[in-house]
C-alpha cells in the first residue's frame, strides 16, 4: 500500500512541470486573526493563484504527463467550477483541447470563466454525479483522459507543490491547516510537508454537512456519506478516494468540521479586514482557527485559503449569512397593536441599544395575526450577538416579544 504513496521528488518533479504557470502565492501575517485566534497566524492566500484556486497545480502536473495519443484526442473534466476552470487553463496552455461537463444549474460566471480559458462546455444533467457520468460516456468514445478531480494520483502530486511554497515561505510554521472536500490538496501538501518536516501537524478542515473524511477515518476504511446541502460547495464531496485516504492516514493528524455559519462568517472577516475574497471552503480553515478547534502550537499556524472564485450574485447572501453568524445582522418580527406610535417605540428601543435599522416592513395581514394586531418586520445592523441581546431587553421592557 505504501508504494502508492506520492515522495518529496514526485512534488519537486511537479514543481518543476507547471513553473510557467503555476503562481507562488504570497504567505501573510495577520495581526487581526492572530489576536482573533490567540495564536501567531498566517494566511497562504491560494485564492490569488491563477484560475482563481489551487486546481491549476494539480491540473498542470496532469495534463504535462499525457503522451501523444491522449494529447491529440484531448482532455475531459467533469465539474460545476474551480476544477473546471484549472484545467481548462491547463490544457489551453498546453495546446490541448478540453471539454467540460457541467449541471445544468451551473452559476453563469463559472461556465464563462470555464469558457474563456480554452474549455467546450457541456451542460448535462441536474447534479455534478450526472454530469461525471455523461463525461465518462464521453471518454469511451473519444478516447480523451480524463482527469479526475482529486481521485488521481498525478493529480494529487501536482496539488503537493503547495507544499512546497509553504515550506520555502514559512519554515517556522508548526501547524498547517488545509480545506478537505475530495482531498487531493490535503493530501500532496501533506505529503510535501511531512516528507521535510515531520513534526509539522496537519490539520484538515471538512464542512459538517458532507464529512466524508471523518467517516471514513472512524470507520478505518473510505466510506461515502449522504450528500447534504453546504454553501461550501467547493468541498461539498460525499464520494471519497482510496488514494486520497491512504494519504490522510499517513499524514494529516487531525480532522475536524465547521458549519456553513462559521464558514461564511470567515468569508465576510477576510473581506472586511483582510481585503481578501475567498470562498467559504477556502475560509474553512479561518473558520476551525476561530473556534477553537486547531490544537494550540509553539510556533506560527498557517491557513491554506485553497480558493476565491465566489460567484457575485451570490456574494450577498453569503455575507449576510455570515454577518448574522457572527451576531451583526439579524432579521425579526414584532407583533404590536395596531395603534398610532407601535412602531415609533419600537424603532426608539433599537436605537437606544445602538443597533441601526437596515429595513422595515409593515404589515396587518397575514396567517395567526389577531385582529387589531400588526407584524412588523426589521433588519438590523449590530455589532454583536451581545448587543442584540441587549435591544432584545430593551424591546421587552416596554412589552414587545421579538418573532424569528
Not at 451551473?106 to 441536474?126: C, E, F, N, W
Not at 460547495?233 to 494519504?247: K, L, N, T, Y
Not at 468569508?267 to 482557527?289: C, N, S, T, Y
Request: charged share 20%.
Amino acid at each position: 500500500m505504501s508504494s502508492r504513496l506520492i515522495t518529496l521528488e514526485d512534488i519537486e518533479t511537479a514543481r518543476e512541470r507547471g513553473s510557467h504557470v503555476v503562481m507562488t502565492t504570497p504567505i501573510l501575517p495577520t495581526t487581526t486573526f492572530s489576536r482573533m485566534c490567540d495564536r501567531e497566524i498566517w494566511l497562504k492566500c491560494e485564492n490569488l493563484q491563477r484560475a482563481g484556486s489551487f486546481k491549476i497545480r494539480g491540473a498542470m502536473n496532469a495534463i504535462g504527463l499525457l503522451d501523444e495519443s491522449h494529447r491529440a484526442a484531448g482532455v475531459v473534466a467533469a465539474s460545476a467550477g474551480n476544477h473546471a476552470q484549472g484545467v481548462a487553463l491547463a490544457a489551453t496552455t498546453h495546446g490541448i483541447s478540453s471539454t467540460v461537463f457541467m449541471p445544468e444549474g451551473a452559476p453563469l460566471p463559472k461556465i464563462d470563466a470555464t469558457r474563456q480559458y480554452g474549455a467546450s462546455v457541456r451542460l448535462v444533467g441536474s447534479n455534478l454525479g450526472e454530469s461525471v457520468d455523461a463525461a465518462q460516456e464521453f471518454v469511451t468514445r473519444s478516447g480523451g483522459r480524463f482527469i479526475h478531480p482529486y481521485d488521481d494520483r498525478d493529480i494529487i502530486t501536482g496539488q503537493g507543490t503547495l507544499g512546497l511554497d509553504l515550506l520555502e515561505q514559512a519554515p517556522a510554521a508548526t501547524t498547517v491547516v488545509i480545506p478537505i472536500g475530495g482531498g487531493g490538496l490535503a493530501a500532496g501538501t501533506a505529503a510535501a510537508i511531512k516528507a521535510v518536516h515531520p513534526g509539522t501537524r496537519i490539520v484538515g478542515v471538512e464542512a459538517a454537512s458532507v464529512a466524508t473524511y471523518v467517516a471514513s477515518r472512524a470507520a478505518g476504511t473510505p466510506t461515502p456519506v449522504e450528500p447534504r446541502f453546504t454553501l461550501a460547495d467547493g468541498i461539498a464531496v460525499s464520494r471519497p478516494s482510496e488514494i486520497v485516504f491512504e494519504h490522510l492516514e499517513a499524514h494529516v493528524d487531525d480532522i475536524v468540521t465547521v458549519d456553513d455559519g462559521q464558514m461564511t462568517e470567515a468569508v465576510a472577516l477576510l473581506l472586511e479586514r483582510a481585503k481578501l475574497l475567498v470562498e467559504a471552503a477556502g475560509a474553512a480553515p479561518l473558520a476551525a482557527a476561530m473556534a477553537g478547534l486547531v490544537p494550540p502550537s509553539d510556533g506560527p499556524t498557517v491557513l491554506v485559503l485553497s480558493g476565491g472564485n465566489v460567484d457575485l450574485l451570490l456574494l450577498d447572501q453569503v455575507l449576510r449569512h455570515g454577518l448574522e453568524a457572527a451576531g451583526r445582522y439579524e432579521s425579526f418580527a414584532v407583533r404590536v397593536p395596531d395603534v398610532p406610535g407601535q412602531l415609533s417605540d419600537v424603532t426608539v428601543a433599537i436605537a437606544d441599544a445602538g443597533a441601526n435599522v437596515l429595513s422595515v416592513d409593515h404589515g396587518r395581514q397575514g396567517i395567526g395575526l389577531p385582529f387589531g394586531y400588526t407584524e412588523i418586520r426589521f433588519a438590523v445592523e449590530t455589532r454583536s450577538a451581545e448587543q442584540f441581546e441587549a435591544m432584545r431587553r430593551s424591546l421587552e421592557e416596554i412589552g414587545i416579544e421579538i418573532l424569528r
